[in-house]
């Protein structure tokens, strides 16, 4: 299993999640954050607004070869995006039959007549040319082979897409290995969330072969999201032993910021980036956090720019209180204390806590006291 590379569509897959809209300046900002945490491309789509077609103009301009604009099998779309001063598009169709009947009403041979027209059109105009493939997932197997056939010669990516997320992890590394194994393109795969299965479906695609995976930041997105890729790149180096070219370090910081600028708030329990993931309040946890941290974290919180908690509340031990109030309380009253911090808390009446910066390679415990 070699690298896989970072096809990020937050700014656009992601803003299509309804109350999200991202100023032009945003966008900007996240581009750039983008860019340097190590996102190989960033999807946007120029067609969408006035601010979009100039978005595209400034980030290719900054990011050449990096920034792919999206469009549909529609030439004014096409010449939109010319006109953007773009260098790579993203053509998109489907290829389920309940879409080709229902919602384009056409025929799977005038659906791929279209396709290889565009990307024709777009390649004449000194366009680099990828393909995506809507509810690839659900298409006739024979047809989605046979159109990929009909056009991996003149695209870099093709991606197929389980647009409704219905796959599962098994079903998702059969089909990308089918793929894979029929196909002479690159293959990248963009995965919804309907089911809670995005990560896992994305980190068996990767195992089978994809060589790109798209995703957006804090897995922001249409209905339940797409692949969160905080989460991807996390499991990939830490339980697949893949170890991407990415700064780590910057996912907290880069998930907070969607956060902000899109108003949708993360879950505290949210994994990786969650306010939680890295706090820990009852007392066999905090005990055996304090003595060796791996006990209950996989890795460092710093790996991904958060920090450790240690939390004091109704579910607390004495370890922690003991550590807190050293030389200040005699040992005897420690009990005595737990027992009236246990009581308020159940009242709702406990706001303080006690927070730790652990190190763990030296298991120092640095004390930094404040209150929420």
Request: charge should be negative.
């Amino acid at each position: 299993m070699g690298n896989v590379l970072i096809h990020d569509t937050t700014m656009r897959d992601g803003e299509q999640m309804p109350g999200v809209v991202f100023s032009f300046e945003e966008k900007l900002l996240l581009a750039e954050k983008f860019i340097d945490f190590g996102v190989d491309i960033i999807d946007i789509m120029p067609t969408v607004s006035k601010t979009e077609f100039r978005l595209t103009k400034k980030l290719t301009g900054l990011y050449p070869g990096r920034v792919s604009a999206s469009c549909r099998l529609k030439k004014e779309d096409v010449d939109i995006t010319i006109q953007s001063s773009a260098d790579r598009i993203t053509l998109f169709t489907p290829l389920s039959d309940i879409h080709l009947k229902r919602k384009l009403r056409i025929s799977r041979e005038e659906n791929l007549g279209r396709s290889e027209e565009m990307i024709d059109y777009a390649r004449a105009h000194g366009l680099e040319v990828d393909f995506a493939a809507e509810d690839s997932t659900r298409a006739d197997i024979d047809y989605l082979l046979s159109f990929i056939k009909s056009v991996e010669n003149k695209v870099n990516v093709f991606f197929i897409a389980d647009t409704l997320g219905c796959l599962t992890p098994k079903t998702t590394f059969d089909f990308v290995s089918k793929i894979k194994n029929n196909s002479a393109c690159n293959i990248g795969l963009h995965v919804h969330n309907d089911f809670g299965l995005a990560t896992a479906n994305a980190l068996e695609g990767i195992r089978a072969g994809a060589d790109v995976f798209s995703g957006t930041f804090t897995g922001i997105g249409e209905r339940a999201g797409n692949t969160p890729i905080e989460e991807v790149c996390i499991a990939l180096k830490f339980l697949q032993d893949m170890k991407m070219n990415v700064k780590y370090e910057k996912l907290t910081e880069i998930c907070r910021l969607v956060e902000e600028f899109s108003g949708v708030s993360l879950q505290r329990h949210k994994p990786i980036v969650g306010a939680n993931v890295f706090s820990h309040e009852s007392g066999i946890h905090v005990d055996g956090v304090m003595k060796n941290p791996e006990t209950y974290e996989y890795f460092d919180p710093v790996f991904v720019g958060q920090k450790r908690r240690l939390l004091i509340g109704k579910h607390s031990g004495k370890s922690l209180l003991r550590y807190v109030l050293k030389g200040y309380v005699q040992e005897d009253k420690i009990g005595e204390i737990l027992e009236r911090i246990k009581s308020v808390s159940e009242d709702g009446i406990l706001t303080a806590e006690n927070e730790f910066v652990t190190s763990r390679n030296t298991g120092h415990h640095q004390k930094v006291l404040g209150a929420v």
